[in-house]
């Protein structure tokens, strides 16, 4: 059974910074690419960024470019989102996900991705 896990979230002021993490259990982490997705009350779900397999490549929204990155470590079945700069429009419910396929690219819809962790809230102040 594959279970995904996120913590990190919480109540930050603009400008401030969180770091999300995402551990992953019953699927071989480190063939898989991941992405983290987010939706606020009312909106739809959004990409935010995804990283391949290996992490060498990266991808990432608009809306986010320069301030957040996404990184992995396969030897802990961890990607992260590492979020600098939070505005209050960053607020939201975040998800990771493992894509459908192993040695996938990294994908920016969420029809790629099969597994989700059940979120993470990340609410910023003005």
């Known amino acids: 059974q594959v279970q995904l896990v996120e913590s990190g979230g919480g109540l930050v002021q603009a400008g401030g910074s969180l770091r999300l993490s995402c551990t992953i259990s019953?699927?071989?982490?480190?063939?898989?690419?991941m992405g983290w997705f987010r939706q606020a009350p009312g909106k739809e779900r959004e990409f935010v960024s995804a990283?391949?397999?290996?992490?060498?490549?990266?991808l990432y929204a608009d809306s986010v470019k320069g301030r957040f990155t996404i990184y992995r470590d396969n030897s802990e079945n961890t990607v992260y989102l590492q979020m600098n700069s939070l505005k209050p429009e960053d607020t939201a419910n975040y998800y990771c996900?493992?894509?459908?396929?192993?040695?996938?690219?990294?994908?920016?819809?969420?029809?790629?991705?099969?597994?989700w962790g059940q979120g993470t809230q990340v609410t910023v102040s003005s």
């Open positions: 996900a493992t894509a459908k396929r192993p040695f996938s690219r990294p994908y920016n819809s969420d029809v790629e991705y099969d597994y």
């Open positions: 019953g699927r071989t982490f480190s063939t898989y690419a």
């Open positions: 990283t391949l397999w290996s992490g060498g490549t990266t």
